[in-house]
């Protein structure tokens, strides 16, 4: 299983971003879908999952303002950020099954 995420960037405090995670190999839509994104300094911490009933799960931190969402039919997963803050920089990763990783997405927001 491969996958690669895309639409992380540089954006202003309140901006909004979408990023993207594609899927290819032996991958299924039974398995949950997660982001994760780690800081300078910081542990990699859980940002979002949904299941494959679209069962969704946000940390605190990111309530209101991230929605994940998934397209089966296109083995892929979307985050959309909006109301951005600069304590949300970090690199955002993709997570199939809790087992298989992107290499990552950087988000940078400035103030």
């Known amino acids: 299983v491969q996958l690669e995420e895309s639409g992380g960037g540089l954006v202003q405090a309140g901006g909004s971003l979408r990023l993207s995670c594609g899927a290819s190999?032996?991958?299924?839509?039974?398995?949950?879908m997660a982001w994760f994104r780690q800081a300078p300094g910081k542990e990699r911490e859980l940002v979002a999952t949904?299941?494959?009933?679209?069962?969704?799960n946000y940390a605190d931190s990111v309530k209101g303002r991230f929605t994940i969402s998934r397209d089966d039919a296109k083995n892929t997963v979307y985050l959309q950020m909006n109301s951005l803050k600069p304590e949300d920089t970090a690199i955002y990763y993709c997570?199939?099954?809790?087992?298989?990783w992107g290499r990552g997405t950087q988000v940078t927001v400035s103030s």
């Open positions: 997570n199939l099954g809790y087992t298989y």
């Open positions: 949904i299941t494959s009933t679209r069962s969704t």
């Open positions: 190999g032996r991958t299924s839509s039974t398995y949950a």
